[in-house]
Every structure is written in C-alpha cells, then in structure tokens.
C-alpha cells in the first residue's frame, strides 16, 4: 500500500526553519518555548560541528542545530520569536521549503501550530520557560 503525499497547497505551504545554539540547555527553552506557542509542530535538536568566520576569525564551534517543522505562514512570527530569545547576535534562521510529504503527518503539522479556542494566535513578544 502507498502512503498518500500532500504536496503543497495554494491554501498551505510548510518548511523546515532551522537555528543553532551555543548549548543544549539554550536549544532545549528555545524548543520548548516554539512548540509551546504553538510556532512550530516538532523541534529536533542535534548536535553539530561548526566551522565559520565571525567577524574576521575563523571559529570552530560545538553547537546545537534546531529543525522546526511548521506552516510558512508561521515564519514571520517563528523569525521573531527566535530573534527575541536567541543568545547570539546573529543567529542563524534558514527557512527550506517543504515540497511534499504524508497527509497524515501535514495535517498533524496544522493542528499543532493552530492556537486553540481559548488561544490568541501566537503574534508579538513570548516568555520562554
């Protein structure tokens, strides 16, 4: 039996935003307070090796990445939320288009990042756990 695919929508579209963190700790609020306001619908944590130049010297870093799953039309507000509560001056905040995947998981993906009928959409200023 073949799983059924969602593409994208006029009506829905989805991407994966991805964010790094200096510590576990930092990358498990930052999570916790997406999922909670209801910004993104899953967040993997990973950690990674980083290799970059910040202003003028070359850094090789551990860091932790950040994946968030959640519909476009929650960037804007995911983008400041993170910007808000991020500990770097210049975080890292990468959108990537999802192209298709499993209906079932996509319309899970928009029940978790709906507010709920005793919820204001999540807009403006958050507090992070």
């Known amino acids: 039996m073949q799983a059924?695919?969602?593409p994208p929508?006029?009506?829905q579209v989805y991407c994966l935003v991805l964010t790094t963190t200096a510590t576990e700790q930092e990358a498990q609020n930052l999570a916790q307070g997406i999922v909670e306001a209801r910004l993104?619908?899953?967040?993997?944590?990973?950690p990674i090796q980083s290799v970059y130049r910040w202003q003028g010297?070359?850094?090789?870093?551990?860091?932790f990445r950040l994946s968030v799953k959640t519909p476009q039309a929650r960037y804007a507000?995911?983008?400041?939320?993170?910007s808000a509560h991020h500990s770097y001056?210049?975080?890292?905040?990468?959108?990537?288009?999802i192209t298709a995947g499993s209906a079932a998981y996509m319309q899970?993906?928009?029940?978790?990042t709906r507010a709920g009928p005793d919820?204001?959409?999540?807009?403006?200023?958050?507090?992070?756990p």
């Open 89 to 97: 001056e210049t975080p890292e905040i990468v959108q990537i288009a």
């Open 119 to 128: 919820e204001p959409e999540p807009e403006g200023q958050f507090a992070l």
């Open 57 to 63: 010297r070359l850094c090789n870093e551990n860091e």
């Open 108 to 112: 899970w993906l928009d029940e978790e």
């Open 4 to 6: 059924s695919s969602h």
């Open 77 to 82: 507000a995911l983008e400041r939320f993170i």
């Open 40 to 46: 993104g619908a899953c967040v993997q944590i990973q």
């Open 9 to 11: 929508t006029s009506k």
